[in-house]
């Protein structure tokens, strides 16, 4: 990645070149939510079927990939958004999935309550905690000042006068919250104490609308493998070990959506519930944790950006042996921080056990179902026997699982970081310039080839439509004949285009074109009938940088 890439810059970027757009703008947007445009859905699609392909369509279930403990099968699955509310009691979600929140008594707004940072400022003798929710730490130090400045009634001449602490400190580890002035107030003790927040989202099913028919849009797309584990070993014919992928919407009422579409209420996850023996799950889940890393790797986020990072004992859940993230140092935040683009979790046999037998408290006591007054199961499991019986030995078990849990938003948003530089090129006239360009592995690039009649004239668009035609069903492929050829290149680098053809006066005499490259900008020329051929070779060739 680029040192050059703000968050600014990007959203800039995306917004110009129609990769993103703030859901509902013309009504004012709506906070959380984001809408691909024509370029962004092209991404956000070779992201996902780059994922797809990769993990389970191209997967070989006859041959042993490299690092497996053996062979195995993949399967995929898509399952309903909106799911029997069962689902989420025995899960655990109903009553374990919230954040904590805080909400300001003056200006009514609502944080959540581990996102709110601060520093503490003294003058004259009286301490304050200021808190920002300023997304850049340029802007963060600002705001801070400003607010505080105003607090204790000086002019911004006199701002030397205040103490400042240099290090921000997340909010929970203030203990009184009467110090604190709030993010969007200059008035200490406007903070309530936090409370939990469940974060699924409510609907109603049916015309009734009472709470016996209430239910929720899916937080994750895991539970519907879950629950369909056993329907997939009835009607297919895998076999332990294997897994389930599938890609779709989930839903989180996040409190405080913040850094583009890193953080959003409505979002895309890539998952695997991969099923295993007991004994051989730690190194099913070593095999995962290390492919899943590779997998960004070869599409491009190598470097330090990218890191593994083992949970240590305390952050593990009760009923996981290992947990990893694969992280990225996006743009925005602040230095040293990571962003989590992905969790691989060594699940034990805690979900499937969940759905045959009710609801575990993982808080509490995990291996004890909480009971209701008459000493039944308080949330009551399927019922359903979801063991596995091997076909071979005989033997029963309840399999154990490895869950590479991927955000496809999070994983776009990262590889448009990556993709983002500026260096100069020449423009027309030779004079260089600064461009702009995303450099995308071709595997994800949006557009993989542009044509260009260098002029609108002299038979040239007729033969570029032709080569833009042949070249249609291979690749997605732009033809564009307006404007000078030079900005014609400017907008492909900005979408991050790996290769423009353009057709000129040669042409026309001996069948040759070029063939500009994004990347080092090199220009060949190539006889047409062999454009196919070239484009394949280069599109498949890994990245030059
Ligand atoms: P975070 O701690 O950042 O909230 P999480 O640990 O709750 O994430 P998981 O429940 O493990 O996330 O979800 C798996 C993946 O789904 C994440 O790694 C991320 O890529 C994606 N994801 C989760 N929440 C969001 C969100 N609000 N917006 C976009 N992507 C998300």
């Known amino acids: 990645m680029s040192s050059k890439v703000t968050l600014e810059k990007l959203v800039s970027l995306c917004r110009r070149r129609g990769f993103l757009f703030q859901s509902s703008e013309i009504y004012g947007g709506l906070n959380g939510f984001w809408d691909y445009g024509p370029m962004g859905v092209l991404l956000k699609r070779n992201v996902k079927e780059a994922w797809w392909q990769d993990m389970v369509a191209g997967h070989n279930e ?32 109903y009553d374990l999935f919230h954040d904590y929140m805080v909400d300001c008594r003056e200006t009514k707004k609502r944080y959540r309550y581990d996102q709110i940072r601060g520093r503490w400022a003294a003058y004259q003798g009286e301490r304050v905690f200021v808190t920002t929710m300023a997304e850049s730490p340029e802007e963060a130090l600002e705001d801070t000042q400003r607010r505080a400045l ?57 015309a ?23 329907n997939v070993l009835d009607s297919t014919r895998v076999r332990i070990p294997f897994g389930i992928a599938q890609i779709g919407k989930s839903f989180r009422n996040e409190i405080t959506p913040r850094y583009y579409t890193f953080r959003s209420r409505e979002f895309e996850q890539m998952e695997i519930e991969f099923f295993c023996h007991p004994e051989s799950s730690q190194a099913w889940y070593r095999y995962w944790r290390d492919r899943r890393l590779q997998w960004y790797v070869d599409l491009g986020l190598a470097g330090e950006r990218l890191r593994l990072r083992e949970h240590g004992p305390e952050e593990l859940s009760h009923y996981s042996t290992g947990t990893a993230d694969i992280e990225y140092a996006f743009p925005f935040l602040d230095e040293g921080e990571w962003g989590e683009l992905e969790g691989i979790a060594h699940r034990g046999d805690f979900d499937l056990r969940s759905h045959m037998e009710g609801k575990l408290d993982p808080k509490t006591n995990p291996l004890e179902v909480e009971l209701d007054e008459h000493g039944k199961p308080k949330w009551r499991g399927s019922g359903k026997d979801l063991s596995y019986r091997d076909p071979v030995t005989g033997e029963r078990y309840i399999p154990h699982v490895i ?12 590889f448009l970081c990556e993709a983002y530089d500026e260096d100069e090129a020449p423009d027309e006239k030779g004079k260089p310039q600064v461009r702009t360009v995303l450099r995308f592995h071709p595997r994800i690039a949006p557009i993989k080839v542009a044509v260009f009649p260098l002029v609108k004239k002299d038979g040239m668009p007729e033969v570029a439509q032709r080569i833009y035609t042949t070249l249609r069903p ?3 492929a732009f033809y564009d004949e307006k404007g000078a050829v030079g900005r014609r290149y400017r907008r492909q680098d900005e979408v991050g285009t ?11 005499q001996d069948g040759t074109v070029t063939i500009r490259d994004r990347d080092s900008l090199e220009q060949v020329r190539v006889h047409e009938n062999e454009l196919v051929a070239y484009l394949s070779e280069r599109l498949a060739a890994p990245q030059q940088r």
């Open 474 to 476: 291979h690749w997605s």
């Open 498 to 508: 790996p290769f423009c053809i353009t057709v000129d006066g040669q042409t026309l």
């Open 62 to 93: 006859l041959t042993v990939p490299a690092g497996a403990p053996s062979a195995y099968e993949m399967t995929g699955l898509d399952c309903t958004i909106i799911m029997h509310p069962q689902v989420w009691k025995c899960s655990g979600h």
């Open 208 to 230: 009734l609308g009472g709470e016996e028919s209430a239910a929720f849009l899916r937080p994750e797309t895991a539970q519907g493998i879950f629950v369909n584990f056993k």
């Open 150 to 206: 105003k607090y204790f009634k000086l002019r911004n001449k006199d701002a030397d006068e205040v103490e400042w602490e240099a290090e921000f400190r997340p909010l929970p580890e203030v203990s009184d919250l009467s110090v604190v002035i709030g993010p969007d107030t200059t008035t200490p003790g406007t903070l309530t104490e936090p409370r939990e927040f469940n974060l699924m989202f409510k609907t109603y099913v049916g």
């Open 403 to 414: 869950e590479p849990s991927a955000g496809a938003d999070r994983a776009t948003l990262a």
